[in-house]
């Protein structure tokens, strides 16, 4: 497999990355009869393998760690995954090869070292193109704050805690992490914001940055935001206090539960209500994730000319949630919920001081 482009995509979260992976399975045929593979062998997010793969102790993971998995089963697992993909690589002849995971922007060192050993392996390709988009770190937040309660069960109080601290490792050290393992002229650093400016989306920048041509191809939406009041009624709705159970090198949250079953109809009914969009965060909240951020923000504009500034703020403004038009919307769900669903959301306005149901 000489003479091959590989470009990974390591993210980073909340930049788009569910969109440009969906987009990329969506397409995998034309893509591969443009000379380009998204391989089939491996999951649309490929997150978890890279996990699995090329971290030294993947059974450290929070997922791993509840669901009992060792060391030795989650490494056999790759070494499956890796037995066919190889497999699929053999049988390609084209020349662009494309890998997306987003969770390898946070790996340390000896693991993206682990990544290029493998992949130098199994592709000898000729030249590596890394690609990593920023965002703006209060968007960022807000955006994490979000998903981490519509997918991750957490409450606003635990996703607040975890944005303001900064999300994990930030960008100076992934950057020159990658920088390097695969040298500096393989990485591709781009801002979210203008590449929406630039392309209109951020998978119509992706596939450009990749080369990829656009012809028959529509870029696909993923993770679209919810309204700000079924992410409260969804924190809500979680009970008892999150346990953390610490370990060596580990701290482990165990999920929430739900008071009531949701159903994936139920939530498809909960995501599609229309209401308002609340930032999450006070004055106080943004003052706070800044001053953690703020020399991450230098080094982005010093050294890759992507600049970043807080904005003024002001108080959260709640006098939208709960409207009308959104008030005529519940109405109409609500008897399409189950008895206990729905009698749980109307205890969970009336703690909102709602009452016009």
């Not at 050290?173 to 979210?192: D, M, P």
């Not at 919810?226 to 482990?252: C, D, H, T």
């Not at 519940?330 to 729905?342: D, F, G, K, T, Y």
């Not at 009698?343 to 909102?352: A, R, Y």
């Amino acid at each position: 497999m000489n003479g091959k482009t590989l470009h990974l995509h390591i993210g980073r979260h909340k930049t788009g990355t569910s969109s440009i992976q969906a987009s990329l399975a969506a397409y995998r045929d034309l893509l591969l009869s443009r000379g380009i593979l998204y391989p089939a062998s491996l999951p649309v997010n490929q997150s978890g393998f890279f996990q699995i793969a090329y971290l030294p102790n993947p059974q450290e993971l929070p997922i791993h760690r509840s669901l009992g998995h060792s060391r030795l089963k989650l490494k056999r697992q790759a070494k499956r995954r890796l037995l066919t993909f190889a497999d699929e690589l053999k049988a390609f002849d084209g020349n662009d090869v494309i890998l997306s995971a987003e969770s390898a922007c946070v790996f340390p060192l000896k693991a993206i070292s682990n990544i290029k050993d493998s992949l130098d392996e199994l592709v000898s390709p000729s030249r590596y193109s890394i690609i990593f988009y920023t965002r703006h770190p209060i968007s960022r937040a807000l955006s994490g704050i979000q998903q981490n309660v519509k997918g991750n069960r957490l409450t606003l109080e635990d996703a607040r805690k975890f944005h303001l601290g900064g999300g994990g490792k930030r960008y100076a050290e992934i950057i020159q992490n990658y920088a390097t393992v695969f040298g500096a002229k393989a990485l591709s650093i781009r801002s979210f914001e203008d590449a929406l400016l630039r392309s209109g989306d951020i998978v119509t920048d992706f596939f450009s940055m990749a080369s990829i041509d656009l012809d028959g191809i529509t870029p696909l939406r993923q993770n679209e935001s919810i309204a700000a009041e079924i992410v409260y009624f969804l924190s809500w709705l979680y009970e008892g206090p999150r346990v953390s159970v610490v370990s060596p090198g580990q701290k482990r949250f165990n999920l929430r539960k739900f008071r009531v079953p949701l159903s994936d109809e139920e939530r498809k009914l909960l995501y599609g209500l229309k209401g308002a969009k609340a930032n999450f965060l006070s004055v106080k909240d943004i003052d706070t994730l800044w001053r953690v951020v703020e020399v991450d923000m230098v080094f982005l504009e010093e050294c890759h000319g992507i600049a970043y500034r807080k904005a003024d703020v002001t108080p959260q403004d709640n006098s939208k949630l709960f409207a009308p038009g959104f008030m005529m919307q519940v109405e109409a769900m609500l008897p399409r919920l189950s008895v206990q669903l729905r009698n749980e959301f109307k205890q969970f306005l009336q703690t909102q001081g709602v009452t016009q149901l």
